[in-house]
Antibody, heavy 121, light 107 residues
Framework: EVQLVESGGGLVQPGGSLRLSCAVS????????MTWVRQAPGKGLEWVAN????????YYVDSVKGRFTISRDNTKNSLYLQMNSLRPEDTAVYYC??????????????WGQGALVTVSS | SYVLTQPPSVSVAPGKTARITCGGN??????VHWYQQKPGQAPVLVIY???DRPSGIPERFSGSNSGNTATLTISRVEAGDEADYYC??????????FGTGTKVTVL
């Protein structure tokens, strides 16, 4: 059974940092692009970042460039999102998801349950 | 950046057909995927590659894509179909893009 489990969410002050983790099981993690998607309270889905199988390519939505870093450890079957200089508008549930396509240009067939990040003083 | 526009809401009576549109510039040239999200839950893929259904998704869910509009159709709507629905594409200038989302209400 495929499982993606996020952790590391919580309350942080503006300007602070937080690191999200996504532990994966049930498939060959190193064979897939992985993605972070977020959803602000009462709002729609927003793609945040993705990372290639070996970590050699990473892409970000403009609003987080220079502040967020996506990474992965294929030996631990884990995906990460380091979030620095956090802003109130970063408040959201963050989901990790698997890209079904080898090229990373596809659809997301498995999702985690989400981790809530709240940025507030 | 590439933008996908959906109607905020669609209401449908049980047993009837719901159609949710997703508008984008020449979206017919792209592959469109659809997700269902119920309150407090993660999104679930219901249609990929415009028309394909993942295993476990009822045949009542179907998709089409042409010109500037993609459509998710839910036939014989049930109370359990009440949810938010999002379209999604990959664009070479914007990477992954989600639609604005449509809330489907079953009357």
């Amino acid at each position: 059974e495929v499982q993606l489990v996020e952790s590391g969410g919580g309350l942080v002050q503006p300007g602070g940092s937080l690191r999200l983790s996504c532990a994966v099981s049930g498939f060959t993690f190193s064979s897939h692009w992985m993605t972070w998607v977020r959803q602000a309270p009462g709002k729609g889905l927003e793609w945040v970042a993705n990372i290639k199988q070996a970590g050699s390519e990473k892409y970000y939505v403009d609003s987080v460039k220079g502040r967020f870093t996506i990474s992965r450890d294929n030996t631990k079957n884990s995906l990460y999102l380091q979030m620095n200089s956090l802003r109130p508008e970063d408040t959201a549930v963050y989901y990790c998801a698997r890209d079904a396509l080898v090229a990373g240009t596809g659809y997301f067939d498995y999702w985690g349950q989400g981790a809530l990040v709240t940025v507030s003083s | 950046s590439y933008v996908l526009t959906q109607p905020p809401s669609v209401s449908v009576a049980p047993g009837k057909t719901a159609r949710i549109t997703c508008g984008g510039n020449n979206i017919g040239s792209k592959r469109v995927h659809w997700y269902q999200q119920k309150p407090g839950q993660a999104p679930v893929l219901v249609i990929y590659y415009d028309t394909d259904r993942p295993s476990g998704i009822p045949e009542r869910f179907s998709g089409s894509n042409s010109g500037n509009t993609a459509t998710l159709t839910i036939s014989r709507v049930e109370a359990g179909d009440e949810a938010d629905y999002y379209c999604q594409v990959w664009d070479n200038t914007s990477d992954h893009v989600f639609g604005t989302g449509t809330k489907v209400t079953v009357l």
